[in-house]
């Protein structure tokens, strides 16, 4: 759902970066950003209180179900950071930066590999931790990956896409409207992609 919010996103900042419309492309992306960081909550909140009706989902069996429950209820907190993450991940990439997000990737990358090392099988005087220390290194990583992307955009001082909550206000409900209208489609698609893949 989230990758199909910030594709949709991404078509209007393609657009608008082309037409040198900076005013639009930073509200495409708050807009973006706000739905995506719901719909992460949306599915944060079973994951947390509900964790382990949410596993029976996939697996009945005891002890998948147990310590599938642990890892949901702490990896859900890493939805809020993923939906950033690729919120200027994407809009990076849509206006010719593919490089940061890049980066921000193979670092998350890096240290989800080297936390998982650490955490699961307790090496370098940490505890081992297995499953609880997997969902911790996923939540890490995905926190490290968002604040390299957003420290870049911030901290360079002139990037268009460094936007504050406070812009909210100049966003109409006819330009949220006319974003849907294309977003909606590629959620679609990415939702019944990924519906289908965790069926299979």
């Known amino acids: 759902v989230i990758i199909g919010i910030h594709s949709g996103c991404g078509v209007f900042i393609s657009q608008f970066w082309g037409k040198g419309d900076k005013n639009n492309i930073r509200k495409v992306l ?18 947390l209180f509900y964790s382990e ?12 179900v147990s310590e599938g429950a642990i890892y949901l209820k702490i990896v859900c907190t890493s939805y809020i950071f993923t939906a950033m993450s690729f919120g200027y991940g994407f809009a990076c990439r849509s206006i010719g930066n593919a490089l940061i997000p890049m980066i921000a990737s193979v670092i998350g990358l890096v240290s989800n590999t080297v936390l998982n090392y650490i955490l699961i099988f307790g090496k370098l005087g940490a505890p081992v931790m297995g499953v609880s220390g997997a969902a911790i290194a996923t939540v890490i990583a995905r926190a490290v990956e968002m604040l390299v992307i957003m420290g870049y955009i911030y901290i360079s001082g ?12 100049g966003i109409s409900k006819e330009f949220v409207v006319k974003v849907f209208k294309t977003v909606i489609p590629v959620v679609l698609n990415e939702s019944s992609w990924a519906l289908g893949f965790v069926a299979y």
């Open 158 to 169: 002139n990037s268009v896409l460094a936007v504050r909550l406070k812009e909210l206000k």
């Open 53 to 64: 009706g949410v596993v029976t989902i996939f697996n009945d069996e005891a002890s998948v």
């Open 30 to 47: 708050l807009t973006g950003l706000v739905a995506s960081v719901v719909v992460a909550v949306l599915f944060m909140v079973p994951a």
